[in-house]
């Protein structure tokens, strides 16, 4: 291993204070608008029409941005995990003033004239217009004069920008307008996510309402006295709301949770709507019929036809499964009723669902998810998730103890390399069969903490990009989840979703660090918005391969691999409830493309937003909520936790959707056959993770399968093929 100690470049520093936080974030934005005035002062497109070269405009710029970039993700990153409020409220301010910033450059019109003057200089602006529909590749950049294929895609990507933000509008009281909108929603994008983040809400119920539940569960949970009796005080996070949904055996506490959690950031209510509308009028300012048909021009599904096509025929395919799943968990809940001779109303309710889900699992595949826990403990499991990704991609994990820390800490201290002292750090190889250089770094945050991100999910710390004199930067990136904590007597176990959830951020995390890209801009995860979940995706299937959840199986206390019986049980479970999991990504699809496409504007500010979300979601997926017990459908306002649809995926949710119909071609394709073949999985790691956003997603699929995708394979897993 020794060969593996030195890393070429040394870990960022996480030893931002409040005021450096700010003054941080405004100083990159100085010394960009520095760099711009001057491009602007001594480039003359309308005296020198030649002057505008890609050395000349574009290089100085993706120069300052890969600069930029080592320190701009950090400060925006405290905010998620820094321990100290005064960090968080920093860096959601340097965010703010970074993005308020953005949003200024991509507004300049003298730069968009000299960036226009490269484009009209090149031969690219010709042949796109020759061929509209042409990806760029690198015939097409070499035609057009450009030294690569990135560089044109990064020519023709920023100057399409500048028009999207505006600057094919007059100036005037259009602009303007838009340029104000712009800004609104950057705030709005800020305090939704506080709101989220910050989110602190909880229940006090008492021992018996709680019956059901696992110990280890309640334990981790808060006591005290409320309201003159001894109680616990269940909050929302994952780890106490969804073990409670599963097993509470009291459909009132059920209903109570349910209910609560779908209102518990209500301030976000008013800001989504005011969100949607923004964006409605900003794409019709731009002359498009609405916000869905802009935000999906320049991903791969290019027009929103393409993407309810593929929704509306989803639904279509899912809706009879969804059907017959219900009427067999109605069934089973009419059993547990009568036993207990309760009295059974025929419905099946949202509330109903984690719990008879569980019991039918429980019951019918005899599997209990606790058990099969028992053979997964955090630690071990993510040392054997990384053996996979050795074997596959030809990649060393070395974590660095506390003095690996001192030794490559820039300032010679363990703790500045990291921002909380839960946080685990690993320098990335290549072992010897890739050449044995560096990768990057690995930081694993992934217990709760007050004030942490509530979800799961892999952060960017510092991208990779080549440097000024040849040499590469190499990335640095994080994984921030929200695994229980070890208890006094037990490692953190995971539950099989878990460890798909698991792995399936490792692979954001994998995208991320082995990403080989010329710009910063596209390094790893940076791809349109419906491909970058297909790799991730594509990893869950080993977590559903016999041979691969053996190998991540090790008994917390035996030591031993879960036994083939129960691996058996595990995969027939798979598909179990399929049809109605499917279709509640299908609601949020649809809710996204609904109310970002409205016929009008005065439609949508009519528009009942809470109402609409709760309607979609009993048709679509067939659960009922309150308004089935006589109450109305504006009882909840699952909206407003919606944090994708704030956080960058509007009109764009179906990503998840279309995302697994790449992922499930490309597994099907290339790796159900042989799930550990190390050639395959270098010439994956090679074609398709290290391009990152750097040539046309589809492009990249294309080589990688050798062929246009098709839908047939995940149709086919799906058991809806024929
Ligand atoms: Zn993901």
């Not at 405004?26 to 070269?53: G, H, Q």
């Not at 970058?532 to 869950?540: G, K, R, W």
């Not at 995302?659 to 499930?664: I, L, N, P, T, W």
Request: charged share 30%; with cysteine; net charge negative.
């Amino acid at each position: 291993m020794s060969k593996y100690t030195d890393p070429p470049q040394a870990p960022p520093l996480f030893t931002g204070t409040k005021e450096s936080i700010v003054a941080d974030a405004k100083a990159l934005c100085d010394t960009t608008r520095s760099l711009l005035d001057k491009l602007v002062a001594e480039i003359k497109p309308a005296e020198n029409p030649k002057a505008a070269t890609f050395d000349a405009v574009m290089h100085p710029q993706t120069e300052d941005e890969n600069t930029s970039s080592l320190s701009a993700r950090i400060l925006g990153f405290y905010q998620y995990v820094s321990a100290d409020v005064e960090l968080r409220d920093a860096s959601t301010e340097a965010e703010k003033i970074m993005d308020e910033f953005g949003i200024e450059c991509g507004m300049r019109e003298d730069v968009f004239r000299l960036v226009d003057a490269v484009y009209k200089n090149s031969g690219l602006a010709a042949s796109q217009e020759a061929d509209k529909g042409r990806l760029i590749d690198e015939a097409l950049a070499q035609a057009a004069g450009l030294e690569n294929a990135e560089s044109a895609r990064l020519l023709e990507k920023e100057r399409k920008n500048y028009i999207r933000n505006g600057l094919g509008l007059p100036e005037g009281p259009q602009r303007d307008r838009f340029k104000e909108i712009k800004m609104r929603l950057s705030q709005i994008q800020i305090a939704f996510q506080k709101n989220l983040n910050e989110e602190n809400g909880g229940i006090w119920f008492t021992e018996k309402e709680l019956a059901g539940v696992p110990l280890d569960v309640l334990d981790n949970m808060e006591r005290g006295k409320h309201e003159g009796q001894e109680k616990i005080r269940l909050t929302f996070k994952y780890t106490d709301l969804f073990p409670t949904l599963k097993f509470a055996k009291n459909p009132a506490t059920r209903k109570k949770v349910f209910i609560e959690n779908e209102n518990k950031c209500n301030d976000n209510v008013p800001l989504f709507k005011e969100a949607i509308l923004l964006r409605d009028e900003a794409a019709r300012l731009l002359g498009y019929p609405d916000h869905a048909s802009f935000r999906i021009e320049d991903k791969m599904a290019k027009t929103p036809k393409t993407v309810w096509d593929f929704l509306g025929d989803l639904k279509t395919r899912l809706a009879p499964g969804g059907v017959k799943e219900i009427k067999h968990l109605l069934e089973l809940k009419r059993k547990y009723y009568e036993a207990r001779k309760m009295r059974f109303d025929g419905n099946y309710y949202l509330w109903d669902h984690r719990f008879y889900d569980r019991m039918m699992v429980e019951q019918e595949y005899s599997i209990d998810e606790n058990a099969v826990a028992e053979y997964f403990p955090l630690q071990t499991t993510v040392e054997a998730m990384f053996k996979i990704f050795e074997k596959l991609f030809g990649l060393v994990f070395v974590p660095l103890d506390d003095a690996d820390r001192k030794r490559l800490s820039p300032t010679g201290k363990a703790e500045d390399i990291s921002w909380h002292p839960d946080v685990t750090i690993f320098s990335v190889w290549n072992d010897e069969s890739e050449g044995d250089g560096f990768v990057g770094y690995l930081y694993l945050d992934l217990h709760p903490r007050t004030g942490k991100y509530g979800h799961a999910a892999n952060f960017n710390l510092q991208p990779g990009f080549l440097k000024a004199d040849g040499t590469r930067h190499y990335p640095a990136t994080s994984l921030v989840c929200n695994f229980s904590k070890p208890s006094k007597t037990k490692p953190s176990l995971l539950k099989h979703d878990e460890v798909v959830t698991l792995f399936h951020e490792l692979g954001h995390g994998i995208h991320d660090l082995t990403g080989r890209t010329r710009y910063a801009r596209f390094h790893g995860t940076s791809t349109v918005r419906d491909f970058v979940e297909a790799p991730s995706q594509m990893l869950e299937n080993w977590c559903w391969t016999p041979s691969q959840i053996k190998q991540l199986s090790s008994h917390w206390e035996t030591k031993e691999q879960i036994p083939d019986l129960l691996i058996e049980k595990l995969v027939a479970t798979k598909h179990v409830n399929d049809a109605l999991f499917n279709l509640r990504q299908l609601h949020f699809g649809l809710f996204d493309m609904t109310v970002h496409s409205p016929k009008t504007h005065e439609e949508l500010e009519k528009l009942d937003v809470s109402e609409l979300y709760n309607d979609l979601r009993a048709k679509i997926a067939g659960l009922k909520g309150p308004e089935a017990e006589g109450g109305s459908n504006t009882w909840g306002n699952g909206q407003a936790t919606f944090g994708h649809l704030i956080g960058g995926y509007d009109a764009g949710y179906y990503g998840y959707l279309s995302s697994e119909v790449y992922s499930a071609d490309m597994f099907g394709t290339v790796f159900k056959a042989d799930p550990m073949n190390g050639k395959e999985g270098r010439r994956y790691r090679h074609t398709v993770l290290e391009k990152g956003g750097s040539q046309d997603e589809m492009l990249t699929l294309e080589q990688f399968l050798g062929r246009k995708p098709s839908s047939e394979a995940f149709y086919k897993e799906l058991g809806l093929d024929g």
